[in-house]
């Protein structure tokens, strides 16, 4: 079987034809013009994976930018957005304040990526 997909890793978006086994495993890829691009291939259809980004209120008013520091599971997404939007940070929570340690067991932090005071 054949799956086409565009590479996400660059503004270049290259389209990647991938081809896969009865079991859906990987077989090889064609249409890269970089590492990357293979490595993104194989990923995306056997592990999907993304980084997360979002924002969360600050204490007193406003919200603040986050995003996790490394991709999650993409089937972690839904519940990664619902322990975001559940979470709030001080007032004066810096750049890179830990938000959520250890999301859901991926040993991946939600930090903010913003100081929460402007
Ligand atoms: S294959 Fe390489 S050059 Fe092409 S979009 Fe992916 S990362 Fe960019």
């Known amino acids: 079987m054949i799956r086409e997909l565009t590479c996400i890793v ?4 290259c389209q990647l034809k991938v081809e896969l086994d009865e079991n859906k495993k990987f077989i090889s890829v064609e249409g890269h013009t970089c590492k990357r691009g293979a490595v993104y291939a194989e990923t995306e ?3 999907p994976t993304r980084v997360v980004t ?4 600050v204490e007193g008013g406003g919200v603040v930018p986050v995003k996790t520091n490394g991709a999650i599971p993409k089937e972690l997404m839904f ?3 619902k322990l975001i939007n559940s979470s709030c ?3 004066d929570a810096p750049i890179g304040t830990v938000v959520i340690a250890d999301l859901l067991g991926t040993g991946i932090d939600v930090i903010t990526t913003r100081n929460a005071k402007v």
């Open 10 to 13: 660059c503004p270049k978006g």
């Open 45 to 47: 259809c056997t592990a």
């Open 54 to 57: 979002s924002t969360v209120c």
């Open 79 to 81: 519940e990664c957005v």
């Open 89 to 91: 940070v001080p007032a």
